[in-house]
């Protein structure tokens, strides 16, 4: 990766049946994940994703512009506005990204912009990952080569 | 209901080990859409130089959620209101993946308790461990309680 590299656009089809299955899987079922009635009651537009949900979307674009699943070491990121996910079809969340920086050989700093319809849902959302690909030099974790 | 600042460096107790399965971690992969093979397949992981199959990147989630709401917003002397409780930013900082077989612990700290434009602002860092106190990731919740 180059210092302001722009990483390619990511786009994520986002159902109420994903968010079914991810309520399942994370234990949230906040009804507003899942409910016209509840979402309407608190003044929401309609069913929103898990904020959570979202910023994995944003992890899985981090995991697919490093090259591995374990490269990402920070990862932040702040709600901004919900995803509305209609009853039928799919909400679509864009995930875009700028190396902002490379703190050190095998790192780089990432600011990630993501949107829904046009809108930023999540503000200030930035990761620092690792750029060393798969079985290059020490496994970071361990310090010793890798598959020891 | 203001937060009361002297909460702020307020610690937990620890939880009890949350059994790290490679069931839920493909679980959650899948619910997210995340198809990399590391978070299904353990010799996938292992050839990573991980023990077992790793989890994605927000999956600590499961676990830092569940100690801070069940410790922080229900604690009686916090007073907060969960149902006027939005999520604001999340962070993860990671010493090593989350991996099947993990047993982790999560010790919750306040780091925050402020007010702002009506809303108290509730900052929860979650360190989360080893049974055998291995540290892995910590986890920053900044939760808004919305004012009246």
């Given at each position: ?6 990483l390619p ?20 079922f ?28 944003a992890g ?37 990204g700028?190396?902002r ?22 503000g ?10 798969g ?11 890798w598959?020891? | 209901?203001?937060?009361d ?6 610690q937990?107790?620890?939880t ?17 859409g995340?198809?990399d ?8 992981a ?5 023990a077992?199959?790793i989890?994605?990147p927000?999956?600590?989630i ?9 410790q ?18 999340q962070?993860f ?18 780091d ?37």
């Amino acid at each position: 990766m180059d210092k302001g590299e722009q990483l390619p656009t990511r786009v994520y089809q986002v159902t109420r049946a994903d968010l079914v299955r991810y309520a399942g899987a994370s234990l949230d079922f906040n009804p507003i994940h899942w409910s016209d009635r509840v979402a309407a009651e608190v003044g929401l537009p309609g069913v929103i994703a898990h904020g959570m949900y979202t910023m994995a979307l944003a992890g899985r674009a981090l995991v697919d512009w490093a090259g591995a699943p374990d490269a990402v070491t920070d990862f932040s990121v702040r709600f901004t506005r919900p995803v509305v996910v209609p009853a039928d079809g799919a909400a679509e969340v864009q995930v875009t990204g700028v190396v902002r920086d490379l703190p050190g050989p095998d790192q780089a700093q990432v600011d990630l912009t993501v949107t829904c319809g046009g809108e930023r849902v999540l503000g200030a959302a930035r990761a620092t990952m690792r750029t060393c690909l798969g079985k290059q030099g020490a496994n970071p974790y361990t310090g010793r080569p890798w598959g020891e | 209901m203001a937060l009361d600042p002297g909460i702020v460096g307020r610690q937990y107790p620890p939880t009890e080990p949350y059994e790290v399965g490679r069931e839920k971690i493909r679980e959650f992969a899948t619910a997210i859409g995340a198809d990399d093979p590391a978070y299904h397949d353990a010799e996938a992981a292992r050839a990573l130089g991980h023990a077992d199959v790793i989890a994605p990147p927000t999956f600590p989630i499961l676990m830092s959620f569940r100690a801070s709401f069940a410790q922080i917003v229900d604690d009686p002397d916090l007073g907060v209101d969960y149902s006027r409780v939005v999520h604001g930013d999340q962070r993860f900082a990671y010493t090593r993946p989350v991996q099947a077989g993990d047993r982790l612990v999560c010790r919750c700290v306040v780091d925050e308790a402020t007010s702002r434009g009506g809303h108290d602002i509730l900052t929860i860092r979650t360190e989360v461990a080893t049974d055998l106190d291995e540290p892995v990731v910590t986890v920053w919740s900044k939760l808004v309680v919305r004012g009246h």
